[in-house]
């Protein structure tokens, strides 16, 4: 089963976390840690990219490893491998996968991804040291999930976070935001407080004729942050929950900025997160700017 999704930018996340999972099990493997390796939303351990036709005049269709393989590829190696997803139909698929890989010990998981976080991360003992990634197609990641990640002190995460449907869901008039996607942004963001944070009051210039006092009360409107301004509210917001984050690498479609690829340290000790920053810098720098 192939599982088409994402697109040309997808070659460049999978390569930014092959690349952080090398350095992670190098770094650690004289370390006296289990290592695992968790993927929230694992789908069916490969992708064929979904494509336009002027993509496909670019780069051929192709079945890319997707990140279940590229994790179990990594060598040295990981301890144990914990794969999860909603749907049979991917489920299925990853016990294939098992089943090719017996040397491995990899454990699957079929339940909502805001389930499979708390309760995995709540398991790990002093003894382990994890990276999650979290790659949701789109709105499903509650932002009360990732407080689970950063309570545990274990975990690096890589968090695939969906900017463009904060876009469609924010527009530039405050007086836009449609009532039904606001329980929607409050999950996703962390707060209800949201708006007066992403919104800035406008002031309309007064209006009257020649003869009239202009109005001293102009009714203002709000307009929504750039994108930039969007992306540093994000990235300010889980700075508050985390040690270290990065920077996040854009990943665009035609220069569409479609999601945000962040890197984060749970363990609070200076020491982890220093190395796992150098690391990540490293990484990050050299795919920033590239689409």
């Not at 009051?201 to 102009?218: K, N, T």
């Not at 301004?229 to 854009?250: D, G, H, S």
């Not at 020491?271 to 990050?284: D, E, M, N, T, Y």
Request: charged fraction near 25%; hydrophobic fraction near 35%; charge should be negative.
């Amino acid at each position: 089963m192939v599982h088409e999704f994402g697109g040309v930018w997808t070659r460049k996340k999978l390569s930014v976390l092959e690349a952080y999972l090398k350095f992670y099990v190098t770094a650690l493997k004289n370390q006296p840690f289990t290592l695992h390796y968790a993927d929230a939303f694992a789908g069916t351990g490969s992708h064929a990219p979904l494509q336009d036709d002027e993509q496909k005049l670019l780069i051929p269709q192709e079945d890319f490893r997707g990140s279940v393989m590229t994790a179990l590829e990594v060598s040295p190696g990981f301890n144990e491998f914990h794969f999860n997803d909603l749907s049979p139909e991917h489920v299925s698929e990853l016990h294939s996968i098992r089943k090719d890989n017996p040397e491995k010990k990899i454990h699957i998981y079929e339940q909502d991804a805001n389930e499979f976080v708390p309760a995995y991360c709540s398991r790990l003992t002093r003894k382990d040291r994890a990276v999650l990634l979290l790659d949701p197609y789109s709105t499903q990641l509650d932002w009360e999930t990732l407080k689970h990640v950063a309570d545990s002190k274990k975990v690096d995460l890589w968090l695939l976070f969906p900017i463009s449907v904060i876009l469609r869901m924010t527009p530039r008039d405050g007086t836009k935001i449609r009532q039904e996607w606001k329980r929607t942004l409050d999950r996703l963001l962390g707060t209800n407080t949201w708006e007066e944070s992403l919104y800035k009051p406008i002031e309309v210039p007064a209006m009257g004729d020649m003869f009239e006092e202009p109005d001293p009360d102009p009714t203002p409107l709000s307009e929504r942050l750039n994108t930039k301004e969007l992306e540093q509210w994000v990235t300010n917001r889980l700075r508050e929950l985390f040690p270290y984050v990065a920077p996040p690498i854009p990943l665009n479609n035609k220069g569409r900025p479609l999601f945000l690829f962040y890197f984060a340290v749970s363990n609070d000790s200076s020491k982890a997160w220093g190395l796992a920053q150098r690391a990540a810098s490293h990484i990050i720098g050299q795919n920033l700017g590239s689409d």
